[in-house]
């Protein structure tokens, strides 16, 4: 019997940047490499530790925001906050605000896709360009981080279905 349960949503939007920080900008289509989304900063397969410095494998390959986070954010803080400005790589929506999402659930985007969370997101400092209360708001709100589980070689675009595959 297969207990695999899904909550279905879509992409509203895929973003990258080759810089650190935010925001990431929209693209019409993202390549999916096999540690992250093509031409964006956070690809690859190690990234520098925060708490050593030291080089370590990259768990915080892709990230993904709920737009209905950042459509409360801009209710409640009067911002105006768009998809890629909390540096995610892609905006769902009709997901929920992923704040239930646990390491090692999957999201599937597409047909291909699946990307294995590894962490919640915590917000940082640089999200206070946007208004002074956004880090202390977006706690709990701000995604998931997760590594590509298949589907390199794949494009992402918006309108693409997401779900949450929940064993």
């Known amino acids: 019997m297969d207990t695999t349960r899904l909550v279905k949503g879509l992409i509203v939007a895929v973003c990258t940047s080759r810089n650190a920080g935010v925001p990431k900008y929209p693209q019409t289509e993202v390549l999916v490499d096999e540690f992250g989304l093509r031409d964006d900063f956070h690809a690859g397969p190690t990234r520098i530790s925060r708490r050593t410095g030291k080089p370590k494998f990259n768990d915080r390959q892709i990230s993904i925001v709920a737009k209905e986070v950042l459509n409360d954010l801009n209710r409640e803080l009067g911002t105006s906050l768009k998809p890629g400005d909390f540096g995610e790589n892609i905006t769902t929506e009709g997901l929920g605000?992923?704040?239930?999402?646990?390491?090692?659930?999957?999201?599937?985007?597409?047909?291909?896709?699946?990307?294995?969370?590894?962490?919640?997101?915590?917000?940082?400092v640089n999200l206070q360009a946007y208004h002074r209360l956004v880090v202390k708001k977006s706690y709990g709100r701000r995604g998931v981080l997760g590594t590509l589980a298949s589907g390199a070689g794949s494009i992402l675009q918006p309108g693409m279905p997401a779900e949450i595959i929940l064993l």
């Open 97 to 124: 605000d992923l704040g239930n999402i646990l390491p090692g659930m999957l999201i599937r985007i597409g047909d291909s896709v699946i990307v294995s969370i590894t962490e919640q997101n915590e917000p940082c």
